[in-house]
């Protein structure tokens, strides 16, 4: 009788021995130097979590890593979220543990991380949590309505197939609570009419569903110790949220306490929350940090930077880069870039204007409810006839979806497409 009572003790101390952990999934949808700010925020949110007592381990990273070491670089092998005005900069890259890099970094992959589903991505690290863990999403890149990017041409992950990998992880138990932050154009419509409240998933975007996200750092405010780095180092939901979580005690700090802030300091967009809102009032250690009473080492918030005189709609992101990379180097090179872009921008402002007349589409309606089979199919279409979107071009997603809702004949927008298209 002893022996089972001693092993029924020590059984239920194992079992209250165990301890929930937290873990990260950090993503740069994006790659090229003219996106530098994607990377730059993912980089500067691992070292933050790392300062803040996540282990490695339990931290999964996508990112191109094509910026660190690009020719433009200045500072071959260092990245920087945040310009120095009078100390030496903070390189956000060094000691980043980059477990999926290059073409490796897309939507396929992403979603089987999610799932824990080791063998789909190859023996690569997936995420290992169970029912006892939380678990934070962090995204940053360009978006449409109703998708994000990834690097790959006509690469998106769809709100849709995101949410059916949400509900796969709550069917199989893989969280207690999760926490997912989205910088990206039109990220509100990732969860709009969409994330229950009922699946302990709480969600925050750069923007609502109908503008730009922001990027912020830019020329001529992207210098580092008397250099500029060419490009912009940040995105201004993106910078907000990291300089805040860098500065305070996050076993004190709420979740809405956080986004209040970061809404505030946001001025160019609406940032918005979703899901289960009762979980804004837990701390934010509990997502974005493992040990909520640790500090994190790392500061790049050493000196005041201005950050709202430098802003760039993330639409024309490439186009300000180009300009300033002629302006620097006035080469025939840089000036055809240049040209290219112009062009490029112009000739999707003249399709679209040809099609919306056309068919007569209501462009101000809200974005609302989106059919995503019609909206795959002819955004696959356009990407067939067409090209695929560039980053400018991805605004233009909605003209596709306003053509789904309003109800256009797909063989007369497939003939129209190539019309216009020719």
Same mark, same amino acid.
């Given at each position: 009788?002893?022996?089972?009572?001693?092993?029924?003790?020590?059984?239920?101390?194992?079992?209250?021995?165990?301890?929930?952990?937290?873990?990260?999934?950090?993503?740069?949808?994006?790659?090229?130097?003219?996106?530098?700010?994607?990377?730059?925020?993912?980089?500067?949110?691992?070292?933050?979590?790392?300062?803040?007592?996540?282990?490695?381990?339990?931290?999964?990273?996508?990112?191109?890593?094509?910026?660190?070491?690009?020719?433009?670089?200045?500072?071959?092998?260092?990245?920087?979220?945040?310009?120095?005005?009078?100390?030496?900069?903070? +390189?956000?890259?060094? *000691?980043?543990? %980059?477990?999926?890099?290059?073409? @490796?970094?897309? /939507?396929? !992959? #992403? &979603?089987?991380? $999610?799932?824990?589903?080791?063998?789909?991505?190859?023996?690569?690290?997936?995420?290992?949590?169970?029912?006892?863990?939380?678990?934070?999403?962090?995204?940053?890149?360009?978006?449409?309505?109703?998708?994000?990017?990834?690097?790959?041409?006509?690469?998106?992950?769809?709100?849709?197939?995101?949410?059916?990998?949400?509900?796969?992880?709550?069917?199989?138990?893989?969280?207690?609570?999760?926490?997912?932050?989205?910088?990206?154009?039109?990220?509100?419509?990732?969860?709009?009419?969409?994330?229950?409240?009922?699946?302990?998933?709480?969600?925050?975007?750069?923007?609502?569903?109908?503008?730009?996200?922001?990027?912020?750092?830019?020329?001529?405010? +992207?210098?580092?110790? *008397?250099?500029? %780095?060419?490009?912009?180092?940040? @995105?201004?939901? /993106?910078? !907000? #949220? &990291?300089?805040? $979580?860098?500065?305070?005690?996050?076993?004190?700090?709420?979740?809405?306490?956080?986004?209040?802030?970061?809404?505030?300091?946001?001025?160019?967009?609406?940032?918005?929350?979703?899901?289960?809102?009762?979980?804004?009032?837990?701390?934010?250690?509990?997502?974005?940090?493992?040990?909520?009473?640790?500090?994190?080492?790392?500061?790049?918030?050493?000196?005041?930077?201005?950050?709202?005189?430098?802003?760039?709609?993330?639409?024309?992101?490439?186009?300000?880069?180009?300009?300033?990379?002629?302006?620097?180097?006035?080469?025939?090179?840089?000036?055809?870039?240049?040209?290219?872009?112009?062009?490029?921008?112009?000739?999707?402002?003249?399709?679209?204007?040809?099609?919306?007349?056309?068919?007569?589409?209501?462009?101000?309606?809200?974005?609302?409810?989106?059919? #995503?089979?019609?909206?795959?199919?002819?955004?696959?279409?356009?990407?067939?006839?067409?090209?695929?979107?560039?980053?400018?071009?991805?605004?233009?997603?909605?003209?596709?979806?306003?053509?789904?809702?309003?109800?256009?004949?797909?063989?007369?927008?497939?003939?129209?497409?190539?019309?216009?298209?020719?």
């Amino acid at each position: 009788m002893k022996t089972i009572c001693l092993a029924l003790t020590l059984f239920c101390l194992a079992i209250a021995g165990v301890q929930a952990a937290h873990y990260a999934v950090l993503v740069a949808g994006s790659n090229q130097y003219y996106n530098y700010r994607h990377q730059a925020d993912i980089f500067h949110a691992y070292q933050i979590l790392k300062g803040y007592g996540f282990s490695p381990e339990n931290i999964i990273t996508m990112a191109y890593d094509d910026i660190a070491n690009d020719s433009e670089n200045p500072f071959p092998g260092k990245v920087f979220n945040k310009p120095s005005l009078i100390k030496k900069g903070v +390189d956000v890259y060094g *000691g980043v543990q %980059i477990d999926y890099k290059g073409d @490796d970094v897309n /939507s396929t !992959n #992403f &979603l089987a991380v $999610l799932r824990g589903d080791s063998a789909a991505v190859g023996g690569k690290k997936v995420l290992q949590s169970t029912a006892q863990d939380n678990v934070f999403i962090y995204f940053a890149d360009h978006g449409a309505p109703g998708l994000i990017a990834f690097p790959a041409d006509d690469d998106y992950l769809y709100a849709d197939d995101l949410l059916k990998t949400l509900n796969y992880m709550n069917d199989h138990k893989m969280y207690k609570e999760m926490v997912i932050y989205i910088e990206a154009c039109e990220s509100g419509s990732m969860f709009e009419n969409l994330l229950p409240a009922n699946i302990s998933i709480y969600a925050t975007t750069a923007a609502n569903s109908e503008e730009s996200s922001w990027g912020t750092y830019c020329s001529p405010n +992207d210098r580092v110790q *008397g250099k500029s %780095i060419g490009s912009c180092l940040g @995105d201004l939901y /993106s910078v !907000n #949220f &990291l300089e805040n $979580l860098e500065s305070i005690d996050p076993s004190k700090e709420t979740l809405l306490d956080q986004f209040n802030i970061i809404k505030q300091k946001t001025t160019k967009s609406h940032v918005m929350q979703f899901g289960d809102l009762t979980i804004d009032a837990e701390v934010v250690g509990n997502f974005e940090a493992s040990n909520s009473t640790s500090r994190a080492p790392l500061k790049t918030s050493q000196d005041e930077a201005d950050k709202y005189s430098s802003l760039v709609d993330s639409r024309y992101n490439k186009l300000h880069y180009l300009q300033n990379k002629h302006m620097r180097l006035q080469s025939a090179n840089s000036h055809q870039e240049l040209a290219d872009e112009v062009a490029s921008i112009e000739r999707f402002d003249a399709r679209f204007e040809t099609l919306a007349t056309k068919f007569g589409l209501n462009l101000n309606m809200p974005v609302g409810h989106i059919d #995503f089979a019609c909206l795959k199919s002819r955004v696959a279409m356009y990407n067939e006839v067409c090209g695929s979107f560039s980053d400018y071009g991805l605004k233009y997603v909605r003209h596709l979806h306003y053509s789904c809702v309003q109800g256009v004949d797909i063989y007369d927008f497939e003939e129209a497409l190539i019309r216009v298209c020719a």
